[in-house]
Structures are given as C-alpha cells and as structure tokens.
Nanobody, 125 residues
C-alpha cells in the first residue's frame, strides 16, 4: 500500500511562497488519486486540490484557485503543492492523502484511505 509523507512547511511572512512535497513510499502513485487538505486549529479539514496521477487533471477548491498549484515529479514519485501570496489565514497543518483511483471526484477527507502526518505552515502578518 502506498504511504505518503509531507515536507516543506515552515514559518513565512505574508506575501511569500512555499512549496510542499508529498512523497510516496511502499508503492507508487501510478493508480492513485492524490489530494491536499489543510486543517487550521479548531477547524475541520479543508479541501485544497485533488488529482489523478495517470491523467493529471487537477481539481481545485474554488477558494484555492489562483494561489495554489499542484504538480508532479514522476521520477521521484512526488507531488508538489506550490503556494503563492500566502496569507495569515493560510496557517494550518497541510496533509497529503491518497486512495486508489476509481474515476469519481473525491473532495472529502473521508474519501481517502492513507494520510500523511502533515506539515505545519505558519504565515505571519
């Protein structure tokens, strides 16, 4: 089964950028849907983007379009989340998750079966 691990979080000032990584282990992303979610303190998991590795057609939450971009590194079996023009309200733990592809759009946290521990992103004003 594919496991994932996130990295790349940190403390940044508002307006700056960060690139998060989601690396696969124990398997490959080749037959998987991969998604990014975030969870701010006291809030539910918030959907950011999902993509099927084979056809790479990302689906973004409306609120995430324009500042967040997902991209693949096929050689490294890694998915990146580029975050630009960061705002203090982007402060959260960012999680990568995956599940076998089924052809259906999956935007709920519960749609995924394997989650990473997350990486903290803190944006200061």
């Amino acid at each position: 089964q594919v496991q994932v691990a996130e990295s790349g979080g940190g403390l940044v000032q508002a307006g700056n950028s960060l690139r998060l990584s989601c690396a696969a282990s124990g398997g490959t992303f080749s037959n998987e849907d991969i998604a990014w979610f975030r969870q701010a303190p006291g809030k539910d998991h918030e959907f950011i983007v999902t993509v099927t590795w084979q056809n790479w057609r990302p689906y973004y939450a409306d609120s995430m379009k324009g500042r967040f971009t997902v991209s693949p590194n096929h050689a490294e079996n890694t998915v990146y989340l580029q975050m630009d023009s960061l705002k203090p309200e982007d402060t959260a733990v960012y999680h990568c998750c995956t599940t076998p592809s089924s052809g259906s759009l999956k935007i709920r946290w519960s749609d995924y079966h394997y989650w990473g521990l997350g990486t903290q992103v803190t944006v200061s004003s």
